[in-house]
């Protein structure tokens, strides 16, 4: 029965891990094609005003009248906040404000103008924006870190302020966006009697399945949210595909204008949860007590639980301290280096087609949520099997029960040491750098050679070894030489090298 307990637990915990896994990294790209999904719709509209704007000023003064606005001032607020708004949405510079104005216009086009479902769609999702923020992929982020510490006069108040605000009316927006979804849901299936003017009544209609109102139920209570959501997308995608059953309804035009914005709006649910105000925040609060694992919370290791050793952190060495790290263990991972290093692609850095830092990350980044996980910086020098101790070239004495070498693999001269002077391999950061000093120097030295035989020895490149590595660093070399230095040398072409 426990054996069943454990590979239950275990099974959650590896589906769980890789769900937020994939919404970590799926969220900044879904609210990078989220803001240029609204922007292109007001960005659009600006266009077609100024393109034909005697018209735009007839449909303002006529059709579609401001009461407590003039004509001639409505038209040019509109476009100028659809045009601009929309550039610094899509961009993520001043992206609250913008959405802001955008979320403004929205609703004055909802109720002075004509009234449609996606109108309060994209108030909704700009809305969002507002109170959130830009995700990673924008200036504004990439600005505010820079800001928090600047000296400009009350920038780091500023930035201070809207993080607040965010932390404060994130859950608060969240309870709203999931109860308005539901409702719409519940009232396209004639549960309730609500103004279509306020909820999307009409586009809902034409997914407003017995199960989609069982989903909605479970949206609007905040538990199970996100896989309730998800149905819900997923149904959204059918009806659309399914032509057929989207012309047997009534609402199929309603849905067709804004099923875009019902996916946007479901899946901010399903990448960022229902927010603190929902059943599902109790249900985690319960399971971290109850089942840390099944929760994602670090488990709390006991005193007397077994210390195991990890010398290396290379792949090898990551793996086990993250595979041992679900145990009750102790676990200590050494290396002489602070950072994990993805050997593949060092080729890359070689061939300055990356920098080292692209391909290395903090080892204690990768274990910074997992506590009974400690990650020391120093060089093994010798064990002491006897008494089950490392030694460290500082002095350092590290006790274990288990220990785990991972150290890797080195090149080798096959005796021929002397070698290494004239060719570096290539395992570290340092071989990789010294590689590209190495290459870009033969091309800078050829340019100022007067020589031809010298420069076309200069131009000769051996690579010894054909494995994956050699066969990436000759390729990456002769991509360098031809299209990454062309037109940059005048008294040779940089393709003739070999």
């Not at 969220?27 to 007001?42: C, Q, W, Y």
């Not at 961009?91 to 404000?97: D, E, H, K, P």
């Not at 952190?313 to 280096?337: K, P, Y």
């Not at 070894?465 to 940089?494: C, N, Y």
């Amino acid at each position: 029965m426990n054996s069943i307990a454990a590979c239950l637990t275990d099974v959650a915990e590896t589906t769980g891990g890789a769900a937020r896994a994939l919404i970590r990294w799926a969220g900044p790209l879904f609210d990078l094609v989220l803001r240029l999904v609204i922007a292109r719709v007001f960005f659009v509209s600006a266009v077609v005003k100024l393109v034909n704007w005697e018209t735009a000023l007839l449909l303002a003064r006529d059709e579609y009248p401001v009461s407590w606005m003039d004509p001639l001032t409505a038209a040019y607020v509109g476009v100028v906040v659809e045009l601009f708004g929309s550039l610094l949405l899509a961009l993520g510079l001043g992206t609250r404000a913008a959405a802001l104005a955008l979320l403004a216009l929205a609703l004055v086009i909802q109720f002075n103008y004509a009234a449609f479902d996606q109108h309060l769609l994209w108030a909704a999702l700009c809305a969002w924006f507002v109170v959130r923020g830009a995700g990673p992929l924008s200036f504004d982020r990439r600005l505010a870190k820079g800001l928090a510490n600047s000296p400009l006069p009350f920038a780091g108040a500023c930035v201070s302020l809207l993080a607040g605000f965010t932390r404060i009316g994130l859950p608060l927006l969240m309870l709203a966006l999931r109860s308005w979804l539901a409702l719409a849901i519940v009232g396209a299936a004639g549960l309730l009697s609500i103004d279509p003017t306020i909820v999307m009544i009409e586009s809902a209609r034409s997914f407003a399945s017995p199960m989609i109102v069982v989903c909605a139920l479970a949206i609007l209570f905040g538990f199970a949210s996100r896989a309730a959501a998800a149905v819900a997308m997923i149904a959204l995608v059918a009806q659309a595909v399914l032509a057929d059953a989207v012309a047997a309804k009534t609402g199929d035009a309603a849905l067709a204008a804004s099923l875009p914005y019902w996916l946007g709006a479901l899946g901010l649910i399903v990448i960022n949860g229902p927010g603190s105000i929902a059943l599902d925040h109790v249900l985690h609060g319960w399971l971290a007590r109850h089942w840390p694992r099944l929760a994602g919370v670090p488990i709390a290791v006991s005193a007397s639980a077994p210390r195991v050793v990890i010398v290396g952190a290379g792949f090898g060495g990551i793996a086990s301290a993250s595979r041992l790290a679900r145990e009750d263990l102790h676990i200590t991972l050494i290396d002489r280096r602070n950072y994990h290093l993805f050997q593949p692609l060092l080729y890359q850095v070689a061939t300055a087609g990356l920098a080292p830092g692209d391909i290395a990350q903090p080892v204690r980044s990768v274990f910074r949520d997992v506590t009974n996980v400690r990650v020391l910086l120093g060089e093994v020098s010798g064990v002491q099997a006897d008494r089950c101790e490392l030694v460290l070239s500082s002095g350092q004495r590290v006790p274990y029960d288990f220990l785990v070498l991972a150290t890797g693999a080195s090149h080798s001269y096959f005796g021929r040491d002397e070698w290494s002077a004239y060719a570096p391999g290539l395992k570290r950061v340092e071989d990789a750098t010294e590689v590209r000093r190495r290459l870009l120097l033969a091309f800078e030295r050829a340019e100022a050679c007067d020589d031809p035989t010298e420069r076309e020895a200069l131009l000769t490149f051996l690579i010894v070894g054909g494995g994956p590595t050699g066969v990436e660093l000759a390729g990456a070399i002769a991509e360098l030489a031809r299209r990454g230095m062309d037109k940059e040398f005048r008294r040779f072409d940089p393709a003739a090298a070999r």
